[in-house]
């Protein structure tokens, strides 16, 4: 790999070169936060993002080498602009937009529906589940609704927020089986290309998936990468860039496609890949410590630890709160469950003292905790004309029987209790107070 044809090589020696900056952005490289140096604009010999030909291009491609992918492209705006851009191509394509969507999707996936005028038919949750993270979606779930419904895309999430993980090989079958394209919110599993086995959704037989880059591997917010599989159409390919533009800034960011171009050299040296491994190994055995202490860690995500809290006697908040006290902030905590993600970066010292404050932290007996699960709402208007209609605020309690405007979602993990245009209904109104949301927004 010759290292000096990259772009972080390109950023290094533009910035060693003191030339005077004549273009944006204003703080023309001079330290304020500290990162301006690599931060630019196109320039010459820097590339485009939609229309990279050259340096980004070319890190884009030694990416997808790496994933086995037919094609990867980066994004400087999450997984959220991927979600939008993945819609956006089935809509271009198919010239409309039906999903068959695993209930637990990203606001993300909404959004998209209401920008692109898609409508979405629901896979609730085959058994109880006590978080709107958790779908638990099977092979025989999506096989049935396609074999009476025509749909032009399936949607699943998976890992979700919790950790657990779908059977996307089983269902990249059935989609196959019906020629329905399956696209995977990957947002929380970019690591799982690099794992032993490859769990990726797209080795697993997805035809388009996103990953955010930012939250499993050492990249700063805000970067992710959209993958197409080698049997994708060439029709998903030739035109995904302008339709990820149309959602996205002018402005992409340097500093961040210069994180995904360090991210793909550590990759390709195998360095990263070796440290991804071992975190696996030893997030497993920090579970099976923390378990011997009296905790119960659920979900089968080889790098996150997810405690259910409830089972031994405290709130996943509170158990959120226990661990701060030991110097640990948690990604993510609910009446029932705390969130931990380790990547290739923690360290020892640092499972060490998850491990020394699960021995020290009192598990009691389970705890019983009224999460209801989400069942499905009658839709009164489309997700496009509900989101963007004329609305009011209305306490929790009197909204029953109103059609929700604005997607409600807690502030994380960002998936939605009620979707633009449902009928709330009593079992929403339940999830609400069990989420602690107040005050939501109705049609007029
Ligand atoms: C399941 C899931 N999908 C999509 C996203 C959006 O990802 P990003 O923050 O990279 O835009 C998130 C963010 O938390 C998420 O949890």
Redesign the pocket.
């Given at each position: 790999m010759n290292d000096n044809n990259t772009l972080s090589a390109f950023l290094e020696a533009y910035t060693e070169s003191g030339t005077a900056r004549l273009h944006m952005p204003a703080h023309k490289g001079k330290p304020v936060t500290g990162c301006e140096s690599l931060d630019i604009t196109e320039i010459k010999g820097a590339d485009y993002l939609y229309e990279a030909a050259g340096l980004i291009g070319e890190s884009e491609r030694r990416m997808s080498a790496l994933y086995g992918t037919g094609r990867t492209i980066y994004s400087t705006?999450?997984?959220?602009?991927c979600?939008k851009t993945m819609l956006g191509i089935i809509k271009s394509v198919c010239g409309k937009l039906r999903v068959l969507a695993g209930r637990n999707c990203?606001k993300?996936f909404i959004d998209g529906c209401a920008l692109l005028d898609g409508e979405a038919v629901w896979v609730y949750p085959g058994m109880k589940s006590r978080s709107v993270c958790s779908s638990f979606i099977t092979a025989q779930d999506i096989e049935k609704k396609l074999s009476v419904g025509e749909f032009d895309c399936v949607y699943i999430?998976s890992p979700?927020?919790l950790g657990f993980m779908a059977d996307i090989e089983g269902i990249s079958k059935v989609c196959r089986k019906h020629g329905v394209p399956l696209l995977v919110?990957n947002?929380?599993g970019a690591y799982l290309r690099f794992t032993e086995p490859d769990m990726h959704p797209i080795t697993l037989g997805a035809d388009m998936c996103c990953d955010?880059a930012?939250?499993t591997l050492p990249c700063l917010t805000?970067t992710?990468m959209l993958h197409f599989s080698k049997s994708c159409p060439e029709s998903f390919l030739s035109d995904a860039k302008r339709i990820m533009s149309v959602f996205g800034s002018t402005s992409p960011s340097y500093l961040l496609m210069n994180s995904l171009d360090k991210c793909s050299l550590m990759l390709s040296d195998g360095a990263l890949i070796r440290r991804i491994r071992h975190t696996a190994e030893r997030t497993a055995l920090c579970k099976s410590r923390v378990s011997s202490y009296g905790f119960f860690p659920v979900g089968d995500e080889p790098m996150k630890i997810t405690i259910d809290a409830a089972l031994s006697g405290l709130t996943g908040n509170d158990l959120a709160d226990k661990l701060r006290e030991y110097g640990i902030e948690p990604e993510y905590s609910d009446p029932v469950y705390t969130v931990l993600m380790p990547s290739a970066m923690t360290t020892e010292d640092e499972f060490r003292l998850i491990e020394k404050a699960f021995s020290q932290i009192k598990a009691g007996g389970a705890l019983t905790v009224d999460m209801p699960s989400p069942e499905p709402c009658e839709r009164a208007v489309s997700i496009r004309e509900a989101m963007f209609a004329p609305s009011e605020a209305v306490r929790v309690e009197d909204a029953e029987g109103r059609v929700c405007a604005r997607t409600i979602t807690g502030c994380?993990?960002?998936v939605p209790i009620a979707v633009s245009g449902e009928l709330i209904n009593e079992n929403t109104v339940r999830l609400f107070n069990a989420y602690g949301i107040n005050d939501i927004y109705v049609t007029k």
């Amino acid at each position: 790999m010759n290292d000096n044809n990259t772009l972080s090589a390109f950023l290094e020696a533009y910035t060693e070169s003191g030339t005077a900056r004549l273009h944006m952005p204003a703080h023309k490289g001079k330290p304020v936060t500290g990162c301006e140096s690599l931060d630019i604009t196109e320039i010459k010999g820097a590339d485009y993002l939609y229309e990279a030909a050259g340096l980004i291009g070319e890190s884009e491609r030694r990416m997808s080498a790496l994933y086995g992918t037919g094609r990867t492209i980066y994004s400087t705006e999450g997984s959220s602009i991927c979600i939008k851009t993945m819609l956006g191509i089935i809509k271009s394509v198919c010239g409309k937009l039906r999903v068959l969507a695993g209930r637990n999707c990203h606001k993300a996936f909404i959004d998209g529906c209401a920008l692109l005028d898609g409508e979405a038919v629901w896979v609730y949750p085959g058994m109880k589940s006590r978080s709107v993270c958790s779908s638990f979606i099977t092979a025989q779930d999506i096989e049935k609704k396609l074999s009476v419904g025509e749909f032009d895309c399936v949607y699943i999430t998976s890992p979700d927020y919790l950790g657990f993980m779908a059977d996307i090989e089983g269902i990249s079958k059935v989609c196959r089986k019906h020629g329905v394209p399956l696209l995977v919110d990957n947002a929380h599993g970019a690591y799982l290309r690099f794992t032993e086995p490859d769990m990726h959704p797209i080795t697993l037989g997805a035809d388009m998936c996103c990953d955010s880059a930012h939250k499993t591997l050492p990249c700063l917010t805000g970067t992710a990468m959209l993958h197409f599989s080698k049997s994708c159409p060439e029709s998903f390919l030739s035109d995904a860039k302008r339709i990820m533009s149309v959602f996205g800034s002018t402005s992409p960011s340097y500093l961040l496609m210069n994180s995904l171009d360090k991210c793909s050299l550590m990759l390709s040296d195998g360095a990263l890949i070796r440290r991804i491994r071992h975190t696996a190994e030893r997030t497993a055995l920090c579970k099976s410590r923390v378990s011997s202490y009296g905790f119960f860690p659920v979900g089968d995500e080889p790098m996150k630890i997810t405690i259910d809290a409830a089972l031994s006697g405290l709130t996943g908040n509170d158990l959120a709160d226990k661990l701060r006290e030991y110097g640990i902030e948690p990604e993510y905590s609910d009446p029932v469950y705390t969130v931990l993600m380790p990547s290739a970066m923690t360290t020892e010292d640092e499972f060490r003292l998850i491990e020394k404050a699960f021995s020290q932290i009192k598990a009691g007996g389970a705890l019983t905790v009224d999460m209801p699960s989400p069942e499905p709402c009658e839709r009164a208007v489309s997700i496009r004309e509900a989101m963007f209609a004329p609305s009011e605020a209305v306490r929790v309690e009197d909204a029953e029987g109103r059609v929700c405007a604005r997607t409600i979602t807690g502030c994380q993990p960002a998936v939605p209790i009620a979707v633009s245009g449902e009928l709330i209904n009593e079992n929403t109104v339940r999830l609400f107070n069990a989420y602690g949301i107040n005050d939501i927004y109705v049609t007029k």
